[in-house]
Nanobody, 116 residues
């Protein structure tokens, strides 16, 4: 069983930055694919960034060049650095932990609100 604890959300003005963190308990962190999804009010959840066990990152088009995902295997933590935030980035951000050919786990979510 994996538990994910997210932090770093909050209220920021447009153009500002936030850094989200997600720390996982349990084993298999090093082999897991990690990611961040977000869900805006009234919209479906969308995957914004992933990082593989080897460190390869992929981004949703709307966040490319502004968001950076990274992982620290020694601390069982994945980060999402978000720069140049816009009101369209507002939503609940969820950490995702996916074991190869195995289970997927989600964090409880952290609210990000970007004011104009």
């Amino acid at each position: 069983q994996v538990q994910l604890v997210e932090s770093g959300g909050g209220l920021v003005q447009a153009g500002g930055s936030l850094r989200l963190s997600c720390t996982a308990s349990g084993s298999n962190f090093r082999i897991a694919t990690l990611g961040w999804s977000r869900q805006a009010p009234g919209k479906q959840r969308e995957l914004v960034a992933t990082v593989s066990s080897g460190g390869s990152a992929n981004y949703w088009n709307s966040v490319k060049g502004r968001f950076t995902i990274s992982r620290d295997n020694a601390k069982n933590t994945v980060f999402l650095q978000m720069n140049s935030l816009t009101p369209e980035d507002t939503g609940v951000y969820y950490c995702k932990f996916q074991i190869p050919f195995g289970a997927t786990y989600w964090g409880q979510g952290t609210q990000v609100t970007v004011s104009s």
